[in-house]
Every structure is written in C-alpha cells, then in structure tokens.
C-alpha cells in the first residue's frame, strides 16, 4: 500500500471532521436503535470512533465509554469535542482494536459498537472473535458496515490493492451476518435502508 492506513486518515481527518453525515436519517435511525438497548451502568466500548460524534452522542445514555482509533489526528479532535461538550465518562485513546487488551470476566464490556469498520479491518475472523471476548456474556454488538455490490465488489478493493485507498473488504451483508454466527452472536436486527447502503447489525453474544 503506498499510504499506511493511519497516515491516510490522520491526512483525513480534519476534513473528515467538517463533513457532514450523508444520511442524517440513517445515522439517526442507527443512533435510536442503539440507545434503546443501552441502561445507564453499561460499559462500552467503539472502536475505529474517528472523531468521537458517537461516542459522545451514547455518553448521556451509559455509565463509561472507551473509544479508541489508531488515527492520533482523529483522536486529537475526539478529544477537543469532549472536552468543549464538557464530557467526562469517555476516554478517548490512540489504540488499534488488535493492541487494545481484551479485559478479565469482570470487566467485560457490556456493549461493543464498531460504526464503518468491519469492511477496514485486516482480519475479519481475527476482530470478531475480539470483539467476543471483550463482551460479556449476552452482550451487544453494534456495527455497521459498508457492503459492496455488484461492480463495486471489484473497483473499490482494487483500488485499496494499489493504495489509492485504505484496504477495503468486499463484504455482503450476508457473508457478515454468516461470519457474525460463527463467531458465537445472534443477530437481532439487521437493516439496511436501501440497497448499496451500509448494514446496520445488532448482534448478541451467546458468551
């Protein structure tokens, strides 16, 4: 690849940051349905968080957040917003999800949020089966996931294979959902609101 990952989205990042959401109303719908099954003394934890909107978004909702990207640029700008917001219960940090310790039977997460990643990472299996074991048992994963169609399966990952961009997986929402199951979750919602849009999934742990 010619631009390393990192070094791709902290040159992004402030762009990125000015930006507005797409789809405002997918975002929220996503939003919603995350904040209905979130109490107040959970424990969560998102990974590839950018420039922290969600997380600060959940924090009113939750007791602590941890949120982590290995874009130092993306956090540096997570960490002003929390900190303009006046937000306390977030940490923000420079981690990627692979470094980041999975945590002992007491302290497991009781929600996991992983918001336009899954189709980043380099080991799908390897991030699934992470992200299980930092939950604890019948908790919750939230993700949504860009999932190529047609051409699209073939033109986008070619260009992350001569680093144009990031490294993108070709995923379906069904191969993600098949994956998902494999991994020990149940998924309780799927939804997509039109085709060529990411896939919204809740998903629980069987533990």
């Given at each position: 690849m010619l631009v390393h990952p990192s070094r791709f989205w902290n040159m992004l990042a402030r762009t990125y940051a000015r930006r507005p959401v797409q789809n405002q109303t997918a975002y929220q719908y996503k939003l919603d349905v995350t904040r209905q099954n979130l109490a107040p003394q959970d424990r969560i934890l998102e990974f590839g968080?950018?420039?922290?909107?969600?997380?600060l978004i959940h924090a009113a909702n939750v007791a602590h957040i941890d949120a982590i990207d290995y874009s130092s640029e993306m956090i540096s700008i997570a960490q002003s917003k929390a900190e303009e917001q006046g937000?306390?219960?977030?940490?923000?940090?420079?981690?990627?999800?692979?470094?980041?310790?999975?945590?002992?039977?007491?302290?497991?997460?009781?929600?996991?949020?992983a918001m336009s990643i899954l189709h980043l990472v380099s080991d799908l299996d390897e991030t699934l089966d992470r992200v299980r074991k930092?939950?604890?048992?019948?908790?919750?994963?939230?993700?949504?996931?860009?999932?190529?169609?047609?051409?699209?399966r073939f033109a986008i990952p070619a260009l992350g294979t001569i680093g144009v961009l990031p490294k993108i997986r070709a995923l379906t929402q069904d191969i993600l959902v098949e994956r998902l199951q494999?991994?020990?979750?149940?998924?309780?919602?799927?939804?997509?609101?039109?085709?060529?849009?990411?896939?919204?999934i809740v998903a629980r742990s069987k533990g």
């Open positions: 968080c950018g420039t922290g909107t969600t997380a937000v306390r219960n977030v940490n923000f940090e420079i981690c990627a999800f692979e470094n980041w310790p999975v945590p002992e039977a007491d302290q497991k997460y009781d929600a996991v949020l930092s939950l604890k048992e019948g908790g919750l994963f939230f993700s949504s996931t860009v999932c190529l169609e047609g051409f699209q494999a991994h020990g979750f149940i998924s309780e919602h799927t939804w997509r609101p039109e085709d060529g849009s990411a896939s919204f």
